[in-house]
């Protein structure tokens, strides 16, 4: 989870940022967004600079729960 910092805000932080851990944590083995998850931990993790990718992966995990192939 991205680490709070006095200066800054973070939107990853508490409830968001752990969702996002669970998240990628419940995809890591699934083919379709391993290269994804692989990514982001590739470059940080769940940090604001992943932003972008954290919404892709958060909008498949969307479909997957609803079982639409993504």
């Known amino acids: ?20 851990e ?4 419940q995809l890591a ?3 379709w967004p391993k290269p994804l998850v692989d990514d982001i931990n590739a470059t940080g993790g769940v940090t604001g600079n992943n932003k972008a990718k954290l919404f892709e992966l958060r909008f498949g995990y969307g479909l997957h729960q609803g079982r639409h192939l993504a």
């Open 29 to 31: 083995e699934i083919p």
């Open 22 to 25: 669970s998240v990628m944590g």
């Open 1 to 20: 989870m991205a680490i709070r910092d006095e200066h800054t805000f973070d939107f990853l932080t508490g409830r968001k940022g752990e969702f996002m």
